[in-house]
């Protein structure tokens, strides 16, 4: 989790079901933040869920 910007609340980094960052303001940051902590993006900007989900 990430704390939201001003909020001071957290944010969750979450891939949906078809392995992808969801489209919206802020998604370019999430997937930075992930790649971040290891998780690897293949083609298609997608995530092997067998590999990194949960």
Do not use: T
């Not at 989790?1 to 392995?19: A, C, D, T």
């Amino acid at each position: 989790m990430i704390p939201g910007k001003g909020s001071g609340q957290l944010k969750k980094r979450v891939i949906n079901s078809q392995g992808k960052v969801s489209l919206r303001a802020g998604a370019e940051l999430q997937r930075e933040l992930l790649e971040g902590e290891g998780v690897v993006f293949k083609e298609h900007a997608r995530v092997d869920l067998k590999s990194f989900g949960w």
